[in-house]
């Protein structure tokens, strides 16, 4: 927001939309708790990778009709999509996953996917580091192909990533002899990239392994799209991470406010918060995306759910009725103990269920929602719930 820093701005009406609304802001906000939920529980994810469809892939290409491009055929491009990491797990096995769908403005989906492998399987050493991505210059007779697709620079002076000519991912980057894990603050590896003398030419433009983009030989080789792998080398920068893969469609608005001040009121003013407005203003679909939502695939996917445990004051707790039910039914639901408070009550009762904090009691107990308390059961299938307590203001 452009302005006087002195102008004593406050938030005025504010219309929200719901979190179970997909793609609006406080939607996006629990995904991201949600996520630091699982990794509070298994610890700091693995790999992060991201990937963009190819509309040269042969499923699509031969698919197409005379004079189609893909674009022409938005049902194809959404059907061939990546599965090696999850499914086929060819990396090692996977613990849980966090991935998220986003659309490129030329169309074309574009995958953020965090792994976590099982504990036999983590990315610990370099050596690791190493057999899974590389920033090194493939020998050009022993993968021809694979160093086609390495040796394409990035020389485009107006990207939005160069600043006064200088990259602002940092390449050149600095030759150096072996991979280093967790230097400096943000936690991210510095791959190995020798000095070994091996180059390549792209037209005039000579490229050696300071300016190799990090990547999996054997993905690449495969997709041949942009696929970049990145290792997750300390916890300094797992919120980032999931802050990153969270955030959503990148939207700016401009709304010009008259001067609270002008008609001898206080100085400053109040700016309206309207999501619902600005989601309807800002949201652009393109035919990707609408094939995409139309054949039903998910936009986000995560292996584990979270349960939200509600945290109230004394009769702050939320409660939802119909419009359709009567006196005498709205009563009974308003009577009925929340979890918190069916939590207390069993604690009072069963002295077994004291040694569980209020995030653990999902995983030994059950709610018996009819009677809104809780009931002991055996329950043995929690490996995919994780709990986390959300708080509701004195307010409701």
Not at 291 to 301: G, N, P, T, V
Request: proline letters at 6%; glycine letters at 8%.
């Amino acid at each position: 927001m452009l302005g006087n820093p002195d102008d004593r701005l406050r938030v005025g009406r504010a219309i929200v939309l719901p979190s179970g609304f997909q793609g609006g802001p406080c939607f996006m906000q629990r995904q991201y708790l949600d996520a630091m939920t699982v990794v509070a529980r298994h610890g700091k994810p693995d790999l992060f990778v991201t990937f963009t469809c190819n509309p040269t892939w042969p499923e699509i290409a031969q698919n197409l009709e005379f004079r189609q491009k893909a674009e022409h055929r938005p049902d194809l491009v959404c059907s061939v999509f990546l599965d090696d990491v999850v499914i086929k797990q060819v990396y090692g096995v996977v613990l849980n996953y966090h991935y998220v769908i986003v659309f490129q403005k030329r169309g074309l989906p574009h995958a953020h996917m965090v792994v976590t492998f099982v504990d036999d399987e983590r990315i610990r050493d370099v050596e690791h580091v190493d057999q899974i991505v590389s920033a090194v210059l493939p020998d050009q007779n022993e993968q021809p192909r694979l160093y086609e697709l390495t040796v394409r620079p990035c020389r485009k002076p107006l990207a939005p990533c160069m600043h006064e000519g200088v990259c602002g991912k940092g390449y050149p980057k600095p030759f150096r002899n072996d991979t280093v894990l967790a230097r400096g603050g943000n936690g991210r590896p510095e791959y190995k990239r020798p000095d070994d003398g091996r180059y390549g030419m792209h037209g005039d433009f000579r490229i050696t392994n300071q300016r190799v983009v990090p990547y999996n030989g054997y993905a690449l080789a495969k997709y041949q799209t942009h696929i970049n792998f990145e290792v997750v080398g300390s916890l300094a920068s797992i919120k980032y991470l999931y802050k990153y893969v969270s955030k959503g469609a990148d939207y700016a608005t401009i709304v010009e406010e008259p001067d609270a001040g002008a008609d001898g009121g206080p100085p400053g003013g109040r700016v309206n918060v309207d999501e619902v407005q600005s989601y309807l203003d800002c949201r652009y679909v393109s035919s990707m995306e609408a094939a995409w939502r139309l054949l039903e695939f998910k936009m986000h996917d995560r292996s584990h759910s979270v349960m939200v445990l509600p945290v109230h004051l004394p009769g702050g707790n939320y409660v939802v009725v119909d419009d359709w039910e009567d006196e005498g039914r709205m009563e009974d639901r308003l009577e009925a103990r929340s979890k918190l408070e069916a939590w207390f009550a069993l604690n009072g009762d069963d002295a077994d269920a004291r040694r569980f904090k209020y995030a653990e009691i999902p995983e030994h107990f059950v709610w018996e929602r009819r009677e809104g308390g809780l009931l002991a059961s055996a329950c043995t299938d929690i490996e995919g719930a994780r709990l986390r307590c959300g708080s509701i203001g004195p307010s409701g």
